[in-house]
């Protein structure tokens, strides 16, 4: 074989392994996560997914659990949890409900009786919570009441942090 | 051998060296992203199971009650489909005699955990109930739901039905 004809075998066997190659690499790192659709609603691990679940489920419990007694300290905890501009619609609607709080003296007390992942993309995870509420006004008998809420949880660099919250 | 066909032969090694292990890379990504997607297709199959069997569960009219019964046993199994058709002509004769009906929606419903042949959702109804009591009069009543679920040939059917806490 001629030093050409070698040269062209070589080259051309390069460029055949670099195209597949490419391709393997394109298979591997260049196809983007699925989104989740009705048919697909979650499209990550059960482990990724039940630990947002877990942590919508904590924060809920936090965020619906208040006293009158430290109603601004309570604010602040719940806002951290949040992510921040669903904090700041928080608060903002916080002013009307503080003064309910305070002035009837009541104290809410939440538990999460179950949760469910609704839908969830390696970004933002749907929670449904069923809560349970035991609440008293003043030196009242306890009221119980159950809800239930659709959590939405965002990945940040703080980790899960509550984007939305919807009850009913 | 020239210099050049040195270097070629040796990127020649390379890329092929690069191939070999690429195919057996994109294998695995083939295989992960095949159980991702039949477990993703998992959830929207359970969970639209629980919705089909929930809202036949909270729409019964006494004027059609055998049929709302049937819809509900169609998409039931084992010991919960034999109480539930056992107890019909009971539930069709209260019904009737107390003019109930019983209308409602799925509002939202979550997986709680999902394993290949079983599979927990609990769900979140919203509806109304017309009966003697309330004077004919339609109620608000939201319901929460816990369904479990056995998968049974291809389909995904209903092993039992709870109540989670009160009626909202």
Same mark, same amino acid.
């Given at each position: 074989?001629s030093?050409?004809?070698?040269?062209?075998?070589?080259?051309?066997?390069?460029?055949?392994?670099?195209?597949v190659?490419a391709?393997?690499?394109?298979?591997v790192w260049g196809?983007?996560?699925?989104?989740?659709? !009705? @048919?697909?609603? &979650? %499209?990550?691990g059960?482990?990724?997914?039940?630990? +947002?679940?877990?942590?919508a489920? *904590?924060?809920?419990a936090a965020?619906?659990?208040?006293?009158?007694?430290?109603?601004?300290?309570?604010l602040?905890?719940?806002?951290?949890?949040?992510?921040?501009s669903?904090?700041?619609?928080?608060?903002s609607?916080?002013?009307?409900?503080?003064?309910r709080?305070v002035s009837?003296r009541?104290?809410?007390t939440?538990r999460? !009786? @179950?949760?469910? &992942? %609704?839908?969830?993309?390696?970004?933002e995870?749907q +929670?449904?919570?069923?809560?349970? *509420?035991?609440?008293?006004?003043?030196?009242?008998a306890?009221?119980?009441?159950?809800?239930?809420a659709?959590?939405?949880?965002?990945?940040t660099?703080?980790?899960?942090?509550?984007?939305?919250?919807q009850?009913? | 051998?020239?210099?050049?066909h040195?270097?070629?032969?040796?990127?020649?090694?390379?890329?092929?060296?690069?191939?070999?292990?690429?195919?057996?890379?994109?294998?695995?990504?083939?295989?992960?992203?095949?159980?991702?997607?039949?477990?993703?297709?998992?959830?929207?199959?359970v969970?639209?199971a629980?919705?089909?069997?929930?809202?036949?569960?909270v729409?019964?009219?006494?004027g059609?009650?055998?049929?709302?019964?049937?819809?509900?046993a169609?998409?039931a199994t084992?010991?919960?489909?034999?109480?539930?058709?056992?107890?019909a002509r009971?539930?069709?004769?209260?019904?009737?005699r107390?003019?109930?009906t019983?209308?409602?929606?799925?509002?939202?419903?979550g997986?709680?955990?999902?394993?290949?042949?079983?599979?927990?959702v609990?769900?979140?109804?919203?509806?109304?109930?017309?009966?003697?009591?309330?004077g004919g009069?339609e109620?608000?009543r939201?319901f929460?739901?816990?369904?479990?679920?056995?998968?049974?040939?291809?389909?995904?059917?209903t092993?039992?039905i709870?109540?989670?806490?009160?009626?909202?």
């Amino acid at each position: 074989m001629s030093r050409a004809r070698t040269t062209g075998v070589l080259a051309v066997c390069s460029l055949l392994l670099a195209g597949v190659v490419a391709g393997e690499a394109w298979y591997v790192w260049g196809v983007s996560d699925p989104a989740p659709s !009705a @048919a697909r609603p &979650v %499209v990550i691990g059960d482990i990724a997914s039940r630990s +947002a679940v877990e942590a919508a489920a *904590q924060d809920a419990a936090a965020i619906f659990s208040v006293s009158w007694q430290d109603y601004d300290a309570h604010l602040d905890r719940a806002a951290g949890l949040m992510t921040d501009s669903f904090a700041a619609a928080y608060r903002s609607t916080a002013a009307p409900v503080r003064a309910r709080v305070v002035s009837s003296r009541t104290r809410t007390t939440t538990r999460v !009786a @179950a949760a469910g &992942v %609704v839908r969830a993309s390696p970004d933002e995870v749907q +929670a449904l919570l069923f809560l349970d *509420q035991r609440v008293v006004a003043g030196s009242g008998a306890p009221s119980y009441n159950a809800r239930r809420a659709l959590v939405t949880m965002v990945r940040t660099d703080r980790g899960w942090l509550v984007g939305n919250v919807q009850t009913g | 051998m020239t210099a050049t066909h040195r270097w070629l032969a040796a990127l020649v090694a390379l890329l092929l060296l690069l191939a070999v292990l690429g195919v057996a890379l994109v294998r695995r990504t083939h295989e992960d992203r095949a159980d991702a997607s039949a477990r993703a297709e998992r959830y929207g199959t359970v969970l639209a199971a629980a919705n089909a069997e929930a809202t036949a569960f909270v729409n019964l009219r006494y004027g059609a009650a055998a049929q709302g019964i049937r819809a509900v046993a169609v998409g039931a199994t084992g010991d919960f489909r034999a109480h539930y058709v056992r107890s019909a002509r009971h539930l069709v004769a209260t019904m009737q005699r107390q003019r109930s009906t019983l209308t409602g929606h799925v509002v939202s419903s979550g997986v709680v955990d999902v394993v290949p042949d079983r599979a927990t959702v609990i769900v979140a109804t919203s509806g109304t109930v017309s009966n003697r009591r309330t004077g004919g009069q339609e109620v608000p009543r939201h319901f929460r739901l816990r369904v479990t679920l056995l998968r049974e040939g291809d389909r995904w059917l209903t092993s039992d039905i709870a109540f989670v806490g009160d009626a909202a």
